[in-house]
């Protein structure tokens, strides 16, 4: 079964830290670019990550640049997100899947998504 599964989410203090996990099955992870959305409340989801299928490259919202890091273990075929200094403001529902590493927008090369973990950051 070609699916993704996202876990790690959780409530975190303001300034506290979290790794996002996304693993995939049915499918390699490394062939594709693949990062991670969040969409928050009332909001459009935004892409937050992106990481090249090589694994060379990545990209961040400018927002989260030296607080979050985006990795991947190919033996685990599973995606990483460290999110530290978190801010109550990244509170939203965080998605992998496939993208565009220039503009972090969704890619049509995947169309998958995975259902999503709630990461609030709130004291």
């Known amino acids: 079964q070609v699916q993704l599964v996202e876990s790690g989410g959780g409530l975190v203090q303001p300034g506290g830290s979290l790794r996002l996990s996304c693993a995939a099955s049915?499918?390699?992870?490394?062939?594709?670019?693949m990062g991670w959305f969040r969409q928050a409340p009332g909001k459009e989801r935004e892409g937050v990550s992106c990481?090249?299928?090589?694994?060379?490259?990545?990209n961040y919202l400018d927002s989260v640049k030296g607080r979050f890091t985006i990795s991947r273990d190919n033996a685990k075929n599973t995606l990483y997100l460290q999110m530290n200094s978190l801010k109550p403001e990244v509170t939203a529902v965080y998605f992998c899947?496939?993208?565009?590493?220039?503009?972090?927008?969704?890619?049509?090369?995947?169309?998958?998504w995975g259902q999503g973990i709630q990461v609030t950051v709130s004291s």
């Open positions: 049915g499918f390699t992870l490394y062939k594709y670019a």
């Open positions: 990481m090249s299928s090589s694994g060379l490259t990545t």
């Open positions: 899947s496939a993208c565009f590493i220039g503009t972090l927008a969704p890619s049509s090369y995947l169309d998958l």
